[in-house]
């Protein structure tokens, strides 16, 4: 006789859960291409492939049944993150090396779904942004800044072949971010109000990226609304950033850019609603979420505003994610039927 | 509205309770053969009082409470007893149970029945009855009454009418039709342990239970309570908290916070035993899930599964039983298992009902399980204690808090069996448990040899020195020389020295002599035999060593 109860469940399953942050991210990416282009579904669908084949290779010789594991979407939404995560005009095998690196290196070679310590996506954003810097850089211009359009060809002729159309010069289509805008003219003792007043910023950050943004958070809403994800890590990772670039703010504006431009800005809320919340990587505990919210908004606003890369977001993730185990062991919540608030792994 | 204190997490399964309560209950027919087993509570099983040949009455006690977590289990029916042998029994470890076998003859003679009168009877009379009269949770723990009983001057008692697994419908049946009934009982239990407020808690998908509950407890100051039906609100611990807001300690009692927590099923059999002189010989048991007429039936303990589950007609399609909720009910792998006092329910199993869960994925940390736990538990961590093997850890996450009640399995999206793994940890550190005290012991009754041993030695060395200086002062005094009498002091104590020296040779030469007797001349298997005997008694020795080295060092790295 074999105890095997319960004999019901719920409907969810993990391809359910990791289709629905795939379709999350869907709007967003609707709104990027309208504002960048095209380029970026090629660089997403070419990120998918890779993980997919990638990771059906690493399955084969791992003797993991194929077909449940690749259908269960979680190479594809490290596919997806990190392909946002980088330029769309990057080349092609850029993407490819990243994303295979991510499922390899980051997932794989720690044990698979469920194992990796670090976020695969940003550990393949990181291998890329320390092995090739410079392509890193190449952050397409909004169409309506452009001083020159490319066709669809001409993108995938770049992408592919790096050819740039006759005449034409990468700067007429790329551009620096309002990040680095910000971060390379405050060397030149330029004031914050000054530099936003540049052609590439807009209400909030930056023209476009910022729609983009408001489309993350509306996507991390429905992830909330959903239950796939909770409040706590986007709200303490947006909050705290807030925070702190409010108080900075506050005592210097014309050095330190405003908390609602830092929140809208780079990767803050792809970061905060998509990449924070990847349950494999984040604490499990409500008071851990909360902490390691509230220190990646801290982190990558220090990286941002002091360090030497204009985003700090996925280095923050990084650097938060081998907190994990610890924040989890220091934040276990009280049990039914015990005294005291939360406990630290074991001891009362 | 009384103030509720909802637990922590709880689920909410699709109820499937209409199904069962369309037709009132009905009462199953007499079997020709009813298998008792001998173990239908929680603590020792019961002692056997028949022999197989013995004509029996109907509520005859046939087998006598052992021990005080023990309770007694009586005919269901009047007939013969054909066998006392073991038989399959619906118990998760799907052991067979040593068990009564009855025929019955159809006349249903009773036992000269007597109403008590529970207030005229001292306290611990009438938990003697109870066990007596074997009444025990009915909830499905089955634990002795009597003892949860022996605590006075409570703050509240609940009555635990939640009924919070999907499909089990006989408790709600229960209330609504034998309230008043129900009522009697529970002024029964509220008399025996004083308790000041009476709280039933009924999940707010009976109302028909519930409007009959507050008719039956007008006037009696019992209060009935509706709560949100979310399982397991059912579970004494999350119900007690429900209902008062205090949670019963880790590891202790209700008692412990001024509660006690009975079934509203089992208050039942209070009042029949104490007003009707009937012990417990039958219960309602669900039939349901895929039958053609799903319902309530009063059952007689013992009555095979198979004949039982023939009148709520099952479907074509069947796949199985399932004794209990889907929760966590057990498969029943044999339908020769009869009906026991904790049987609440028995559903037919489909494919459409219960369609086969997805393959299990790995963990991926979503913590949907730990927001479902009403232990407030991290079913996730210890999940992973479980499986790695690391029992020290899960014990350290509370392991042992658990319930078991399967809301992290429930909504699990990797479909992990989770439940089986903390039931695994939990039996093998049990098993731990029993070696390190079984070593303990050994080593105890080692050292505790050794040490009569070495006071047997002494004690004799000192008898044969005494002896010796006895026969020395003898001798000196037999020379008779005065003079001499000093010297002789020397010389005896000489000899005192010299035959506590002999007494020493002596005693080490026995004690190598020391060899088994009358065993010169045996057959070569006896031999053989002695010889596994004196390896085993060398091993145990070592063993004990062994656990005194493991200790020791234990303890070093502790300082």
Known sequence: MSINSPLVAEKSTVNIIMLKVLAALLPAIAVYVYFFGPAILVSITLASATALATEAA??????????????????????????????????????????????????????????????PAMVGFAALMISFPAHMTHWPAPDVLAQSHWNFAQQMDFMFGGALPAGAKLDAVTMATPLDTLKTQLHLDRTVTEIQSG???????????????????????????????????????????????GVLHLVDPGQYASPLFHIFAGGTMLGAFFIATDYVTSPTTLLGKLIFGAGIGISAYIIRVFGGYPDGVAFAVLFLNSAVPLIDAYTQPRVFGHAGKWFRGGKE | MRTLYPFHGGVHPVEHKRESTQLGSAIAPLPLHLVIPLRQHGGNPAKPVVSAGDQVLKGQRIGTAEGYIS?????????????????????????????????????????????????????????????????????GAVFPSHVKLNAGNLETLVINAAECEPYITCDDMLMRERAAEVVQGIRIAQYAMGAREVLIGIEDNKPEAIAAMQIACQGTGFEVVAVPTLYPSGSAKQLIKLLTGKEVPSGGLPTQIGVQCFNVATVYTMHRVVNHGEPVISRLVTLTGNMDEPRNYEVLVGTPVGELVKLARPKA?????????????????????????????????????????????????????????????????????????????????????CIECGCCSYVCPSHIPLVQFYRFAKSEIAEHEKERKAADLARERHEFREFRQEREKQEKAAKHAAKAAEMAAKAAAASGKAGEAAEGGDDAAAAKKAAIQAAIERAKAKKAAVKPQNVDDLPPGAQAKIDEIDERRAQAKETAEQSVAVQKSDKGQGA
Not at chain 2, 76 to 92: D, K, L, Q, T, Y
Not at chain 2, 337 to 362: D, G, H, W, Y
Not at chain 2, 369 to 398: G, I, M, T, V
Request: hydrophobic share 45%.
């Open chain 1, 58 to 119: 690493v399955l084969y010789l791992r003797r993991y049944p194929l077909r449940v594991y690749l259908l269960d979407g979680s190479a594809l939404v490290t596919a997806w993150l990190l392909a946002l995560s980088i330029p769309p005009l990057a080349p092609w095998w850029l993407v490819v090396v990243g994303t295979a690196f991510a499922i390899l290196v980051a997932k794989h070679l720690y044990g698979g779904l469920g194992n990796n310590l670090f976020n």
């Open chain 1, 199 to 245: 052609s590439i910023f807009s209400i909030l950050s930056g023209k476009g990226t910022e729609i983009i943004a408001l489309f993350y958070l509306l996507g991390g809403l429905f992830l909330w609304q959903q239950r796939i994800i909770s409040w706590h890590i986007p709200l303490s990772f947006l909050g705290a950033m807030f925070a702190t670039a």
């Open chain 2, 317 to 401: 399609d069947t796949t199985g039983y399932l004794m209990g909720g889907p929760m966590m009910g057990v498969p029943l792998a044999d339908l020769s298992v009869p009906v026991v006092k904790a049987s609440n329910c028995i559903i037919a199993t489909s494919k459409a009902l219960f369609p086969p869960l997805p393959r299990a994925m790995p963990c991926i940390r979503c913590t949907r399980c730990a927001e479902a736990c009403p232990a407030d538990l991290q079913p996730q961590e210890l999940f992973w204690f479980s499986r790695a093997r690391n029992f020290e850890k899960a014990q350290e996450y509370k392991l042992f808090d």
């Open chain 2, 71 to 139: 309770s007694s289990v009586h005919a269901p029916s009047s007939g013969r007893v054909v066998a006392i042998e073991m038989r399959p029994a619906p118990h998760p470890s799907g052991l067979p149970d040593l068990s009564i076998i009855l025929e019955t003859d159809g006349e249903e003679r009773w036992i000269e029945r007597q109403a008590v009168d529970y207030r005229a009877i001292d306290p611990a009379g009438l938990r003697q009855h109870f066990q007596d009269m074997g009444v025990v949770g009915l909830g």
